[in-house]
Structure formats: C-alpha cells, structure tokens
C-alpha cells in the first residue's frame, strides 16, 4: 500500500527498512507483503488492531521470527538472516521479561555483560540508564519487589543501556493504568528527546491515542497490510480509508455524489433546524437520537432525514446556549465545512493521500 | 462444631500415617531385644553394634554410591531431555516425553523383571552398574518433571529479552534459562536421591546377590533376625529421605517466578505433590 517516501532530513538510509516481508502461521497471512520505511531519530508508531501484524513486524525487526519472504535492512545492512543478538536493536517486551533471578542494576547491565562490558563501566552505565527512568536508587532490589509502573521503567532501561540504534517497543504500557499509562507517555517522550537525535523509536501499540500523543508518525494496520502512513495529523484529518476512519476516531461516513465520505465529529456544528445554512458549508436536517455528557465535551448522535447517521461533538463551553434546543428527539440542522470532508472509498484513498503530500506543511 | 470435628478427623488420620513409624522409633531405643510391650527399658546400645555391623556398613554404602550415581545421571540426562522437549518440535517427541514418563506409573516388578531377562540375555553381570541403571529408570522422571514444569511456566520472554540484549545460545543458557530451572533441577534430584534410597522392587531384579540397605532390611525382617538393629537402621533411613523431600518441597515453592499483569507465565501453585515437586506437565 505504502510507498517509499523520502526522508525529511535527508538520511543516506531508513533506519529501518521492510521490503515485501511476508510471514504466515499455519493458513492465517500475519503479514502480506509489508512495505515499510522509518527514517533515523522517528518516534514511528505501528497501530492497529489485535492480530493485524503490528506485533509481528516487530518481532521481524528484532529478529525473533523469520520473514516467510522478503526482508528487513537495518541503516541500510540487510539484516533478514542475522539472530536476535546480532542486530542493533533492542526491544522492550510487553510483560517486560525482567530477569527474576536478577537485581534490577543487574537486569540493566545485562546487556553490557554478555557484550564483554568490563565490570566497573558496566555500573556506571547501568547506573546511568537507571538515572534517566529515575529508578537510580533501586539497583539493589529484585523484580519482584517493584511495582508494575516501575517495572516497565526498568525494562526501558535496560533495552536503553546498549545505546541501540533502534528501539523496539512491544505495548510498553499496556498493563499500567490510564493515569500512570498518560505519564508514562509524556516520560517516553522526555527520554527519546534525551537521547538525541541517533536513536529511532519503533511502537507498537492498539490505542489510538496513544499513538496520536507519541508519534512522529503512524502506520495504521488491519489484517496484515498497511492501510496509511502519515503524521498523526494526516492520519486523523484525512484518513485514507473507511478503515483508518473509523479505528482513529468515530467512523463517521456519509454518501456525498456517489462517493463515501468521513467528517470528524468535532469539525460538525449544531444549529437550530431553521436556521439557514451557512455559505460554503454542507448541511442536513436531523433528530438528534442520543446525548452523551462525556465531562469536557458531549457527544449527540444524530439520524438525518435521509436515513444515514451522524455524530457530532461540542466542548462543554458555553452552558447557556441552547441546551434545550440539542435534548433528544430535537430537530437540528448539522453544518460544517466542505474541506473538512475525506472521500474514504477505496478508490479515492490513493488520491486523497497523494493530494495532501503536496500540500507543504 | 464442625471444625473441631474436622480438626479431630485430621488428627486421626495423621496418627493413622505416623503412628507406626513412632513405634519404630521407639522399639529403636528398646533395651530388650525382643519386641514386647511394654517396652522394658531404654537404652542406645543398639546405634553402636548396628554401626559396628560390617553387612550394614557395606549396604548401607552401596545404597549411598547407587544413589548418588543414579541422581547424578538422572539430572544430566533428565534436564537435557526436559530442554529439548521443551525448546524444540521434533518427530516423536509426545512420543518421548510418554516413554520418559512411563517408569513412573509402571509397577516396579515391571520394570525390575524387565531389566532381569534384559541383562540375562546379554549376560551382564550383576553390579553397581546395574543397580544403578535400575534406579536411574525412575529417577530420570523425577528431575524431567521438575524441569519441565518450571521452563513450561517460565516466560518465553526471558529468552528473547536475553538474546535480544546481544546473549547467544549458550550465554542466555548459562545466565537465564540455567538459573531459572537450577532450584528445579536440585528439587528434582533430592527426590531422586530419596526415591533410589529407599528403593526395593526394581533393586531386588537388578542387584543379584548384592544388598542395598533396604534389602538388607528386608531380608532381615524376613528371616526374623537383628530386629533391633534393623530398627535403628529404619529410623535413620527415615531421617535420610525426609530432609531431601523436605529440602525439595522448599526449594520448588519460592521461585520467584514473576507474575506479571498480563496474565503469561501463570502457574498453579500446588508444588506439594510429594513425588513430583512441581505440578506435572
């Protein structure tokens, strides 16, 4: 589906490269043919669905599974046939994997160990990575003596200590709680800003706002295939497809001259049925069918008179305007801006991609 | 009410279990050297001549080098064969992962009569060397259970994290994979220890005119004769067994297998079988 898209910076190569990856377990297709290029410095996201093969083309990355077809280059290095061990990445593991029978400034010096790391460097590394997920005083305790958060710290630490080029990150925050997963998503930004430019952040993850907070940009999957590859921002404003729409953000697709369109909630306002319309904006009558108070916004699901459905969204900021006017089963007129209309058919994807890479940001 | 009655049931059945072993170590201090109750006196005259017995000594010394020797090869081979098993598909391998586990629920006489005819028929001598193949049948089972169960509860993680962190194939053996299964492996072989100790069925087949301390209390007891020293003997080969299953049944409970949120590498807990320390594959 991707193409090759050249490098903002202008590296000499991607720091990580896929070509035509292929993997198959038994009769089911993890990934057809994958196409994927994530430039040096990237805080790249994988994001789709479980079983859509993000995890898969990680564990390719590392080296953990070999590609039934095609291959994967590291800076330009193909390194398909090299074992885990001989690859510059290294991977932070979903249940973190720390070695239980090992302290945790153990766990950390690891990594320079088996590299032959003599044992006073070693310390200062390993006590230098714990520095930089401020676990420095914990060195001393077991795995099983931290708390899960902690943990995860611990595990990033010790995927960081050998200074890899790339950084593999397999739902790093999955089994942390909402508050302690948003921080950590703003601490793993800190950290890859930290580590300057040479180290490139390969995540993956299912929750889309994560992906938006974190990344420099996104490739959406879904059955083995890349659907889109953007910036948050192009990924969210102009989906490529009805798939991307709808796994980022609400699927709200409408018919518009014979073609299928998405139109986020947010961008539609609501305005009394009698209302004109105003210039240069689509709109349509409706009865509002439900109401969500969601605390900072609300949510109104909306049937329109010709039968398709629309959801719109409004920030909670104005309390006195017209709360009567949007209870349910109220008539309302929906209006919003025809550039903020995405054609999401198959058909129309490519274009609609190709249209917004020519628009400079 | 009907927690004390279960309290009172519990007690009873306990007893039931230990009340005779009580009595042999009781007749085992008996000044007499007839078993009559009550008992006429105390007395330990009867540790020293058993010690002093050279039949004893000698058994009691092969028992020690049979079981020692069959513990060993059944950790060397008993761990090899839980990591491939565990680690690798291969043709035929449900196939020998039943075979291995099969001296366990064959009835000794079985296996006994079976390695008999086998070293008739390629006329091997009677020997340590053959006591211990005997012993070694069953023991290997012990350790292989041990060790499978811990690397099949074990995160598959571990590895990759290590291979991933630049360990190679051995490295990540000797580092995580050995240390991982290591309290398994000593469980494993105490057990193994304790089961070769005590062992008669398969001895009696493979030792020829040999005794092993068990068939030399066997034979006693049999013939009615020393039954004070055969006393003492018992009470000490109780002593013996019970530490290393004691010492096994701790060392299989705190792993420190970590268990994390995401539900992988959660095992039952119940490591109180007495045979199998860990829960069997």
Request: glycine share 8%; charged share 20%; proline share 5%.
């Amino acid at each position: 589906m991707s193409e090759v898209q050249p490098d903002p910076r202008g590296a000499p190569a991607p720091a990580v490269s896929a070509r035509g990856l292929r993997k198959v377990y038994g009769d089911v297709v993890a990934l057809a043919r994958l196409e994927l290029d994530v430039w040096p410095g990237e805080f790249f996201t994988l994001l789709g669905p479980s079983g859509s093969g993000k995890t898969t083309t990680l564990r390719l990355i590392a080296g953990f599974e070999r590609p039934d077809a095609g291959g994967v280059a590291l800076d330009g290095v193909d390194v398909t046939s090299r074992p885990p061990y001989q690859r510059d990445v290294n991977t932070v593991f979903q249940d973190y994997a720390l070695f239980p029978h090992m302290t945790i400034a153990e766990n950390v010096a690891y990594g320079l160990m088996v590299n032959g790391v003599g044992r006073r460097a070693r310390a200062a590394r390993a006590a230098e990575a714990l520095r930089l997920v401020q676990l420095a005083e914990l060195g001393a305790r077991k795995p099983i003596q931290l708390s899960g958060g902690q943990r995860q710290r611990v595990a990033l630490a010790r995927a960081l200590v050998n200074r890899p080029r790339v950084l593999l990150l397999d739902e790093p925050l999955g089994a942390l709680d909402l508050k302690l997963r948003q921080d950590m998503q703003l601490e793993l930004k800190r950290i890859q800003r930290e580590l300057s430019e040479d180290v490139t952040f390969v995540y993956v993850t299912h929750d889309q706002d994560e992906a938006l907070t974190m990344s420099d940009r996104i490739a959406v999957f879904s059955t083995g295939r890349i659907e889109q590859v953007g910036t948050p921002r192009e990924i969210y404003e102009r989906p490529a497809n009805e798939f991307v729409a709808g796994f980022v953000g609400t699927s709200n697709v409408v018919a518009r001259d014979g073609r299928r369109c998405t139109v986020r909630p947010e961008k539609i306002r609501l305005l009394p049925p009698d209302a004109a319309a105003p210039d240069g904006e689509l709109s349509e009558l409706g009865v509002v069918r439900e109401v969500v108070y969601l605390g900072a916004t609300t949510r109104y699901v909306v049937a329109l008179d010709n039968g398709e459905t629309l959801v719109a969204m409004r920030q909670n900021d104005e309390s006195e305007d017209g709360a009567a006017s949007e209870e349910r089963g109220r008539r309302v007129r929906l209006a919003w801006r025809a550039q903020h209309m995405t054609a999401v058919d198959g058909f129309a994807a490519a274009d609609a991609q190709r249209e917004h890479e020519e628009v400079p940001q | 009410m009907a927690r004390v009655a279960l309290r009172v049931w519990v007690a009873l059945i306990v007893l039931f279990l230990l009340f005779p072993i009580l009595l042999i170590a009781l007749y085992a201090f008996n000044e007499s050297n007839v078993q009559s109750w009550p008992l006429p006196g105390l007395s330990t005259k009867w540790f020293a001549s058993t010690f002093h017995n050279e039949a004893m000594r000698q058994a009691l010394w092969l028992s020690v080098r049979a079981a020692l020797i069959a513990t060993t090869i059944a950790i060397v081979l008993g761990s090899m064969a839980a990591f491939a098993v565990h680690r690798f598909r291969f043709f035929g391998r449900e196939t020998v992962s039943f075979l291995l586990v099969l001296p366990l629920a064959l009835p000794g006489i079985i296996t006994g009569m079976a390695l008999n005819s086998f070293f008739a028929w390629g006329t091997v001598d009677f020997s340590l060397t053959t006591i211990v193949i005997g012993h070694a049948t069953f023991c290997i089972v012990t350790v292989y259970n041990n060790a499978l169960a811990r690397l099949r509860r074990t995160q598959t993680s571990l590895v990759e994290a290590s291979m991933d962190l630049g360990a190679d194939g051995w490295q990540t053996f000797r580092h995580v994979t050995l240390p991982m299964v290591a309290t398994a492996l000593v469980a494993g072989g105490l057990l193994a220890f304790a089961l070769s100790f005590d062992e008669v069925i398969v001895t009696t087949f493979t030792a020829g005119a040999q005794n092993t301390l068990p068939l030399w209390i066997f034979g006693n007891i049999r013939l009615g004769q020393q039954l004070p020293q055969v006393n003492v003997v018992v009470l000490m080969v109780i002593v013996v067994t019970i530490v290393p299953v004691t010492l096994a049944q701790r060392l299989t409970r705190d792993t420190g297998v970590l268990r994390t949120g995401t539900g992988r590498g959660r095992a039952d807990a119940s490591t109180h079988a007495a045979v199998a320390a860990e829960p069997a594959p």
